[in-house]
């Protein structure tokens, strides 16, 4: 039986002896930290659609890259429920993995995986229940299917543990919370779980415990085995309690309140009153307040100069949100879409006053986190004034030119 040996100099390889290599090294799955947003998929509002956000991910091997966020579409209810699976599927013929949807059959189990060693290789990435009638998945119809990449200590649900594993294979499984083992047949705890039990009486050793762990007033320090009861204490029996408690009704003045403690800081729904209000700020101490604009809160006072050129390159943008996950569920859910505005890091190139930064204390520094949208009315009126300045020079050489 020939031997193959590789990588060598000289040596002639082929994609399939690089995959089995490398397959060894490194199972299939997702680079990603289990429930991370690598390759994480999420129902789309707008319609029997999923996306895919990017990521990273070995299949049999092979790499993926995604840098964007992909789509698939899925197919209409046919009268009876059924399960897709959103999968990235290799094909060596085509060079290629693609995001692809395997189609369940309605009212029948989770379609299989083609999981071949040479040709199609399909990794999953989520579970979707479609239901009879569906024109739109809703987000908690849509389950988690991904495996992660790691060490040879796996990490895994129930549900994604791996297929065919080898025998001794170790990992923790996240929704028992218990480490576990293939045993070649079944998966097994590492620790057995002792099974329904009870111990007699008599195979409780009797004894006594320090008196200071007895309650007060106990002279017997011997063990009791049989029933027993305690009758409720009361405010009388109780030694050592302070001579002017409990409390009688009262209450504080400042400064011994804060505000928060009396209830002054607080949003209203109602319409504002009063002959004055003002609009509500956060500073970077999630304290509220309110901005002021008046000279006598003012130093240093300067004409602005800003060039006009710097606020007409802004780019007005149309963007959606990113996709947030759900503390609770656990699923991802779409942003909002169609939004308009800038885009923070390119205004900082041409106005960075208009710029906010945030240090989240993460160890990253600050970074860019905002704009003050209140202030673009500001620089513009920079720009509003060079253009008037612009069209009375032109009135001017107009009226030059007609009494000419």
Known sequence: MPITAYPFEDVETNETDYSRLFRELQDSGIADSIGGPGFAVSADSAGLKANIQPGFGLLRGHAVRSTDIESVELSAGTGAARV?????????????????????????????????????????????????TAASIAPENVV??????????????????PVAPRRSRFGLNITSGRWEWWTGA?????????????????????????????PTGTTDTTVALGNHTHPAPTWTSISGKPA??????????PPRTVTRANGSDRVHGNTPQG????????????????????????????????????????????????????????????????EIGLIAEEVHE??????????????????????????????????????????????ACVRELLHR
């Open 84 to 132: 897709d699976r959103v999968v990235l599927r290799l094909d060596p013929a085509e060079n290629s993995i693609r995001p692809a949807v395997v189609e369940g059959t309605p009212g029948g189990g989770l379609p299989a995986l083609t999981q071949s060693d040479t040709g199609i290789f399909e990794e999953p990435l989520a579970r979707i229940n479609v239901g009879p």
């Open 144 to 161: 988690d299917d991904r495996n992660f990449l790691g060490s040879r200590v796996g990490v895994w649900t129930t549900l994604t543990r």
């Open 186 to 214: 079944e998966w097994s705890d590492i620790t057995g779980t002792p099974g329904a039990h009870t111990h007699a009486a008599t195979d409780i050793t009797a004894g006594t415990l320090p008196i200071a762990r007895l």
């Open 244 to 253: 002017k408690f409990p409390p009688t009704d009262h209450d504080h003045d």
């Open 275 to 338: 002959s004055g209000w003002f609009a509500v700020w956060v500073d970077g101490n999630k304290n509220f307040c309110h901005n002021t604009s008046s000279r006598r809160y003012k130093t240093n006072i300067r004409e602005l100069h800003l060039d006009p050129a710097n606020v007409l390159a802004l780019r007005p943008v149309a963007y959606d949100r990113k996709p947030t996950r759900d503390d609770e569920t656990g699923q991802w859910q779409d942003g909002p879409k169609g």
């Open 350 to 395: 041409h106005l960075p006053q208009l710029v906010q930064w945030l240090d989240r204390g993460d160890g990253a520094g600050a970074q860019i986190e905002a704009l003050r949208y209140d202030l673009l009315p500001v620089a513009m009126l920079t720009v509003l004034k060079d253009q008037a300045a612009r069209i009375d020079a032109l009135e």
